[in-house]
């Protein structure tokens, strides 16, 4: 497995990223995740879809809290050929839990715990707290990255215009 440093710190504090550094234009890794229902959900399910994939390390911490709620607010901006994700290594209940509690009904979360595959094919998977680096992917329909963002400390938020004109630039 690739070991990356340098890259993550959280709390000022660097962590090793495990798996590859992908880049714009890469095909998407194929990976297998869990829904709140337990079920297995393909990310290739969502192909034929811009799909932006918002990446958390917990729902509940603040900073989480307020990406997954930014993107739910700007989910109602886009139309149905536009989903978004929120990987997160939390248990499906807690994901299930947290969005009832918070109203978030425009995101669909989805959990990594089981296996982290997400975070390992996607290059986000903190080894030292088995848990994912804040960051976002966008998916064009055909299963192409077209945008990636690496929040480099993992108490920051992302630059949400940022990767909102990605998806504009797709849909």
């Known amino acids: 497995m690739q070991e990356r440093s340098g890259v993550f710190t959280f709390g000022g504090?660097?962590?090793t990223l495990l798996g590859p550094e992908l880049k714009v234009g890469d095909s998407a890794p194929d990976v297998t995740v869990l829904a709140n229902d337990l079920s297995a959900v393909?990310?290739?399910s969502?192909?034929?879809k811009v799909c932006v994939v918002s990446v958390v390390t917990s729902l509940d911490t603040?900073?989480?809290d307020i990406q997954t709620r930014k993107f739910n607010e700007?989910?109602?901006n886009f139309g149905e050929n536009v989903v978004i994700l929120t990987i997160s290594a939390d248990l499906p209940f807690a994901q299930a839990r947290w969005c009832?509690?918070?109203g978030v009904e425009n995101v669909v979360t989805l959990?990594?715990?089981?296996d982290v595959a997400f975070g390992e094919a996607f290059g986000v998977l903190i080894k030292e707290l088995r848990l994912l680096a804040r960051s976002v992917f966008v998916i064009d329909p055909a299963g192409d990255v077209q945008y990636i963002q690496l929040v480099n400390e993992g108490t920051g938020e992302p630059d949400y215009n940022a990767a909102l004109a990605a998806v504009k630039k797709l849909v």
């Not at 959990?111 to 089981?114: E, G, I, N, P, V």
């Open 13 to 15: 504090k660097p962590f």
């Open 42 to 44: 393909k990310l290739s």
């Open 46 to 48: 969502f192909k034929g």
């Open 62 to 64: 603040g900073t989480c």
């Open 74 to 76: 700007e989910a109602g």
């Open 100 to 102: 009832g509690a918070a």
């Open 111 to 114: 959990s990594d715990y089981r």
